[in-house]
Every structure is written in structure tokens, then in C-alpha cells.
């Protein structure tokens, strides 16, 4: 076991009246909301990459981040005694599940077959770990996107070669998934997408893709893996377009190529802002289509056009997301995954404990308001109440299918015009949510 957070103990919940910076004062692991616990409303998961690989450089500067169990070399040796501090660091968070792409919990070797033994021997840790302290991969993905041989993409790379390589990369990583007993696999197009179309056949490139997840579809099935398949929209960054641009974007893309049974949507609020929506409206979109899997939590900053991935704070922005996820009946297999990364700035290792706290305390107190919202009634009725007029009547048959244009054209001859519309009262309903927050 590890011991690199000697002088810090379990994180305990203390109450909204805490002024110990390194307790909940909102997240009771156990406290019951609509009948289930927080616990496992929330399903709160770690990420490998920027909580344990994350150096803090940004394009100006070097790596500032204290890591003192990090000898900063490429062994094996290395990065089974990060394993163990991760699951020390996340066993005291009192977190249930992690995440990681292959190359962040392995180094990558002189060729393919040495990266895979190198994953080998640190999927032989991660389970001892996940053993000693209960655990669990909430996913698991393949990097392909660091790598200079990944500079054209993927799946979507002009060199067939890559295709390949990547084909290998995600099978083996579905393989120490599985074998970690993980509950979800998630495809992020890292660099599956364009930076000119001077040189870019598109078609082609989605038709790989698609081509891509058919075959991941395939080999799940091969495998006997049960997770859910996630598919991550981001619009863009590192290329200045991702065929996975938004939840629109990515539904469309699995309707196109028939892989819609076969995937569901991991969304991510940095990702909506870059692609000019609000995280809900992108968790609506999936919901909608009954394809919200999981989110990875963070969010970005109004006045950087990037992706900084700053860990959530705003309760109103939690709120909001666990609105619309009680709405689509809550996280089946998905978690709340701090996809985020603590600031260049914040540079010791108990930061990683301020961040994660704070973000697990926005997203407590967005479950208990957005439970109080619906627990009040008002919001939901209003909404529904709004579109009473398709309850009865006209709307009825509408929706039911049993009116054309030629019905209704003798309808409204007969009535005139339409009946008065009612006000949104969108400043009303704005003054109600922050009655609860
Ligand atoms: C990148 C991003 C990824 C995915 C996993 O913006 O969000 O870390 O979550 O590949
Ligand atoms: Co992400």
C-alpha cells in the first residue's frame, strides 16, 4: 500500500457548517435522494490522465505539478507505484470508480507487442488494487491521438497502416477493460476530423470510422463484453473540426452507419461549450434520443476559447445537469468523471484533493436542489401545462397521427386564426430555480 498522502486521512463528510477544507460539506456518500443513495446517483470516478499524468505544461511553459512518487521516467517500476498511489489517493476520496486511456497507466514500448506487455504488467496492479479497495473502471479507452503516427487521426488517418495499428491499440485495450470487469468503453475522436479539406476526402474518412466501430461492435461481442459502448463529442481541438462534433453530430453519425443499438453518448461540458450549447442542452439531446450514457464533468472558462478543463464548481450548472439526468432516469452504467484537471498553478498534491472535493460537493448539492425542484412540483408542471393544448382536440389528433394538411386546413378555416398563445415566463421560471439554489 501506498503512503504518498501521509498526513491526510479519509475524507469525511462534515456538514454544510464545516470549515475543514478537506471534508465534504455537501456529498454523504450514504444520504438517501429519491430513495437511492448519493453514492449511487452520482457514480463520482477519478481520471487516470490528468489527475495522475498531468504535468501541468501548457504551450508557454514546462510542468509545474509536485509529484513526489513520480521519478518522471518511462519504467514499468514507475508507473506501478503510481497505480498505487492513485488508488491511495481515491481510496481517501472515498471515490467509487476511475477512468484512463491505455498509454496514461502504461508507457508505450519499442513496438506494439512490448506496449502490450508493458499494459499487461500494470493491468496485473490496477486489479490487485481494485481488489484491496472495491474500485471499480467506470471505462476504459485507447489514446490515439498522442502518438506522432496519429498526426492525420485514427480510423480516419489517409495511411491505411494507422488504421491498423489503432484496430490493435482498441483491441487490446478492450481486452484489459474487460479483464478489469469495466462498466463502459468510450471512443473520443482525438484527432478524427480534419485541419484542411484541401487534402481531406471526408466521406471516405467517416465511411472508416464508421467502418471502425463496426468493427470495436464486432469484437465485443467476440469478447463477451457486456459494458456500454460511449462515443465522447468534442467539435474541435486538436483539429479544427471532429467528425464527432456535437450529441446532434454523433446521433446522426450512428442513424448513418446503423451502430445507434450499440452506443450511447458520453457528455462533457467543456466539450458543449466549445461547440457553442449548454451542457444541458446536450445532455436534452442525448436524453431525447434515449442515448445518455455518462458525463464527464468539468467546465471551461467564458473568456478562453479552449479547453481547460477546470473542475466543476458552479451549482447552477450542476443543477441543471442533474435536472436533465433524474429526467432521463439517472446513470445506468455511466459516472460522473472528473474528465478536469487541476490549474498549472495549483501545483501540490493535496490540490488534488481540493479539486475533487469541490467538485463532488457542486454535484451534491445540484442533486439535492434539482430533487427539491422536482420534489416542488412547479417547474414541471408549468412545462407540462404549456403544452396542454396538445392533451385534447386539435393537438391530440396531431400527435396521434390521425390529422393531415388538408384537416387542419378545414380546421383552422372554421376557427379563423389561432387561439392566443400564453406567456414562457422564462424570467419567472428563472426567479423559481433560484428559489431552491
Ligand atoms: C479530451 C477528452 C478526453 C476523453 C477521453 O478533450 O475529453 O480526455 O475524455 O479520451
Ligand atoms: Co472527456
Known sequence: MSAAFKNITKIQYEGPTSRNPLAFKHYNAEEKVEGKTM????????????????TGSDPFGAGTMQRPWDDGSQSVENAQRRVRVAFEFMEKLGAPFYAWHDRDVAPEGANLRETNKNLDAIAKTLKEEQARTGIRLLWGTANLFSHPRFVHGASTSCNADV??????????????????KGAGYTFWGGREGY???????LKREQEHLARFLHMAVAYKKKLGFKGQFYIEPKPKEPTKHQYDSDAAACLNFLREHDLMDHF????ETNHA???????????????????????????????????????????YLTTQIMLSLLKFGGLATGGVNFDAKVRRESFEPVDLFHAHIGGMDAFARGLKTAAAIRKDGRLETFVRDRYASWDTGIGAKI???????????????KQGDAAPSASGRQEMLENLINEFI
Open 39 to 54: 453514492r449511487d446517483h452520482l457514480r463520482f470516478a477519478v481520471v487516470y490522465w490528468h489527475t495522475f499524468r498531468g
Open 163 to 180: 488504421f491498423a495499428f489503432a484496430a490493435a491499440q482498441v483491441k487490446k485495450a478492450m481486452e484489459v477493460t474487460h479483464d478489469l
Open 195 to 201: 485541419m484542411t479539406l484541401l487534402n481531406t476526402d
Open 264 to 267: 450511447k453518448l458520453n457528455i
Open 273 to 315: 461549450t466549445l461547440a457553442g450549447h449548454s451542457m444541458q442542452h446536450e445532455l436534452e439531446v442525448a436524453g431525447s434520443a434515449g442515448a445518455l450514457g455518462s458525463i464527464d464533468a468539468n467546465t471551461g472558462d467564458e473568456l478562453l476559447g479552449w479547453d481547460t478543463d477546470q473542475f466543476p464548481t458552479n451549482v
Open 399 to 413: 400527435e396521434s397521427g390521425r390529422a393531415g394538411f388538408a384537416e387542419l386546413e378545414t380546421y383552422m378555416l
